[in-house]
């Protein structure tokens, strides 16, 4: 059974925006910890951004903050990444990510600790 789906990756120029979405089962995003990651080629997987659908909670990596923001629809069991003023930098496969055990303090967290994945989506940014 799937139960993270992303979409929304794609390509941009630098400095525009781009929206992932992450549409998860009603049993996987019910008061869990939701993450995004990216993984470069050649690079490690690194934690983007994360929310606990619980209460909203919210974690950012140094590198995005002030330009992505990490939001959910309850209605459609869905986790938005909204990703402004990107970089060339910001090049990576983005994946979806879930764990269970209520919100997501204190922090995105490292991927091993989450054993709900998507399938990825890409992001291009062009200078």
């Known amino acids: 059974q799937v139960q993270l789906v992303e979409s929304g990756g794609g390509s941009a120029q630098a400095g525009g925006t781009l929206r992932l979405s992450c549409a998860a089962s009603?049993?996987?995003?019910?008061?869990?910890?939701i993450a995004w990651f990216r993984q470069a080629p050649g690079q490690e997987r690194e934690g983007v951004a994360a929310?606990?659908?619980?209460?909203?909670?919210?974690y950012y990596a140094d590198s995005v903050k002030g330009r992505f923001t990490i939001s959910q629809d309850d209605r459609k069991n869905t986790v938005y990444l909204q990703m402004n003023r990107l970089k060339p930098e910001d090049t990576a496969m983005y994946y979806c990510a879930a764990r269970a055990g209520g919100g997501c303090y204190p922090g995105v967290g490292r991927p091993e600790e989450y054993n709900n994945w998507g399938q990825g989506t890409q992001v291009t940014v062009s200078s």
């Open positions: 929310r606990g659908t619980g209460f909203g909670s919210q």
């Open positions: 009603e049993y996987t995003y019910r008061s869990n910890c």
